[in-house]
């Protein structure tokens, strides 16, 4: 926040719209970005919030609309960036803002312009996927319980989960190999994830980015914990 301040304070003077962009649950390390601070910083430079919440909505937040409800901050957000590839089953995503804001999108945005529209079918999967959220919030509360049963599995086998917070659960390694390896051997133990190295992270930060969902079941996550117990040790990740 005080970095995202110092730019800001630079910004001032030099542009006649400043646009602040961050993600609402961060996808690599699972954390949640500091939306009160950030609200509060853009009231006071005069500048718009833009927050993409592709990993926060069905998620994040009681009933899983995402990161406004997770801080009780409805209207918080300028524009609302998210995708219907996640949480979501289908293709595409959008921009959601006031009527002003999305009218200039509209006629001012390459790639809405140059974009065909939504086939009809992946159309009502999404329209229906947010009627899921809305009419099943038990769906949620289950997958914030199962998150919290692997999360704390992890932590006590000893594995690096960073300052994850949400079902986007890093199992950090710290070496591309050793992080190809422990993919390997999960997978050969029935548990697939998909290792994430350089460039995608920094050297040294390679990982295996796991995500949980609400159907995983607590032999799911049992099975999961034993695979990565075993594993890890073969590897010396954890003693």
Known sequence: MAHLERLLDDAQGQYSTILVAADSVFSMDGDIMDLPTTRVLCNLYGARLMVDEAHSVGALGATGHGIEEHFGMYGSIDLKMGTLSKSIPSIGGY????????????????????SAALPPAQTAAALEAFNVIEDEPEIVTMLHRQTAKYADGLRVLGFDTRDSSTCVVPIMVGDEARAMDLTAGLFDRGVFVCPIVHPAVPRGTDRLRTCMMATHTDEDIAQALDALEVVGKQLGLIS
């Open 95 to 114: 921009l959601a803002g006031d009527r002003d804001l999305v009218d200039y999108q509209r006629h001012m945005s390459r790639p809405f312009i140059f």
